[in-house]
């Protein structure tokens, strides 16, 4: 039960980040109400998942353990720093701080910050886990057949190829850099593409992350 619980907040949370990044797809309202939502299912997340805390002085660190805490960690700052700054800059949630915020030039600069570095971050620890991940939704949901998945990972990787186009056209290293704090958005685009352009860059950095690991995992066992 508890395993569905989480593969549902997992999911929930996928959707709503990519809703959350392609920002014109949804109202200014409506992208307060789910940054709100997330930040609940953020928390809900952190309960069920609350051993791992518990766990954190406990046992060895291989490498692979440090790179999961050194993530895990990163992720909660970025959501901080997001919750922090979409706060003070609310338009329709929290609007009675909105005139107290004497730093609204920092606050857009941190949300713009955490939120695209979080993007990128969730995106890899989905990678991390997408073995066991991939693993439980073929097994209740996908069933795919291994003949077929040979294809599904053409498939991935010709989606992840357009998601590296997409990073670049989106300019979205200057974003996580603060190179640029100015974000154009085109409200002409086919909403579908909009969120194509999101879900395509999830997807070439869970499969980096995922085969980075993979890559480091044969080498290191090869060195024993």
């Known amino acids: 039960m508890k395993i569905k619980i989480n593969i549902i907040v997992d999911f929930l949370m996928t959707i709503l980040l990519l809703f959350l990044v392609s ?7 409506m992208h307060e109400w789910l940054g709100m939502t997330m930040g609940i299912l953020v928390i809900l997340h952190i309960f069920l998942n609350r051993w791992w805390y518990k766990n954190l002085f406990k046992g060895k660190y291989s490498l692979m353990r440090i790179i999961q805490t050194i993530i895990n960690f990163l992720i909660l700052l970025t959501i901080l720093g997001s919750l922090i700054s979409g706060i003070t800059m609310s ?17 857009r600069a ?21 073995s066991m991940l991939f693993s439980i939704l073929n097994q209740k949901l996908l069933k795919i057949k291994k003949k077929y ?16 186009y997409a990073f670049y056209k989106l300019n979205l290293f200057s974003f996580m850099f603060l190179q640029s704090q100015f974000i ?15 879900f395509s860059i999830m997807i070439l950095w869970i499969l980096l992350s995922f085969y980075t690991i993979k890559l480091l995992k044969r080498n290191i066992f090869t060195k024993k």
């Open 110 to 130: 941190l949300h713009i910050l955490s939120a695209y570095w979080g993007f990128v971050l969730m995106s890899i620890h989905l990678g991390l886990h997408w």
């Open 149 to 164: 998945l040979f294809f599904y990972i053409i498939l991935a990787w010709g989606i992840a190829s357009y998601g590296a």
């Open 184 to 198: 154009f958005f085109d409200y002409e685009k086919n909403l579908f593409l909009v969120f194509f352009d999101y």
């Open 91 to 107: 338009r329709y949630i929290f609007p009675a701080l909105v005139p107290y915020n004497n730093y609204m030039a920092l606050s």
């Open 23 to 29: 920002y014109q797809i949804v109202s200014e309202k």
